[in-house]
T-cell receptor, first 116, second 113 residues
Framework: GDSVTQMEGPVTLSEEAFLTINCTYTATGYPSLFWYVQYPGEGLQLLLKATKADDKGSNKGFEATYRKETTSFHLEKGSVQVSDSAVYFCALSEGILTGGGNKLTFGTGTQLKVEL | NAGVTQTPKFQVLKTGQSMTLQCAQDMNHEYMSWYRQDPGMGLRLIHYSVGAGITDQGEVPNGYNVSRSTTEDFPLRLLSAAPSQTSVYFC????????????FGPGTRLTVL
């Protein structure tokens, strides 16, 4: 079946450092790809998404490009802040569930800690 | 809008006890789902619903029941809790034109002793 692999954490960075969190996927079709973020004590929220090859999703200074040739969707940010400390989940949309709707398959999450 | 709400936030059960995790959304979303989050395993889909009166199983449904009598509510029932059900449970909702974008509740942390 479809799957998502992302780098193990935790990732610890100093404020203003460059961030990359790697994500690769396996899928039989052409999924949409997502990054969700989970701040401490909260549920997940959508950070950005891309629906087709070469699309770039961006939000709050974060970016990720859908690379079909390398089956990757790496998350980047040029200058992280302490407030970016959270767990980041890469996910793909597998297609139609019975009765409609899409099923999201999540990676295991990468914890990011940003220090002053 | 309150979005997606879940109660309780924390719960401790003994093996064999039953309980219901509540989930409600006020966005008139057709789709609702339950996930469990375990260390090193990401989120796994337990059950989902595509509308009132319609539910189906996800990838880890055993030990859980759901029902959807209204659009707003989607409770998750544990009939006989087991230690393997210790986890953080998230409810999520989405709507027809953009089912990929799911709105998550704050979660329920369940411990089964």
């Amino acid at each position: 079946g479809d799957s998502v692999t992302q780098m193990e954490g935790p990732v610890t960075l100093s404020e203003e450092a460059f961030l990359t969190i790697n994500c690769t996927y396996t899928a039989t079709g052409y999924p949409s790809l997502f990054w969700y973020v989970q701040y401490p004590g909260e549920g997940l929220q959508l950070l950005l998404k891309a629906t087709k090859a070469d699309d770039k999703g961006s939000n709050k200074g974060f970016e990720a490009t859908y690379r079909k040739e390398t089956t990757s969707f790496h998350l980047e940010k040029g200058s992280v802040q302490v407030s970016d400390s959270a767990v980041y989940f890469c996910a793909l949309s597998e297609g139609i569930l019975t009765g409609g709707g899409n099923k999201l398959t999540f990676g295991t999450g990468t914890q990011l800690k940003v220090e002053l | 809008n309150a979005g997606v709400t879940q109660t309780p936030k924390f719960q401790v059960l003994k093996t064999g006890q039953s309980m219901t995790l509540q989930c409600a959304q006020d966005m008139n979303h057709e789709y609702m789902s339950w996930y469990r989050q375990d260390p090193g395993m990401g989120l796994r889909l337990i059950h989902y619903s595509v509308g009132a009166g319609i539910t189906d199983q996800g990838e880890v449904p055993n030990g859980y029941n759901v029902s959807r009598s209204t659009t707003e509510d989607f409770p998750l029932r544990l009939l006989s809790a087991a230690p393997s059900q210790t986890s953080v449970y998230f409810c999520a909702s989405s709507y027809g034109d953009d089912t990929d974008t799911q709105y998550f509740g704050p979660g329920t942390r369940l411990t089964v002793l």
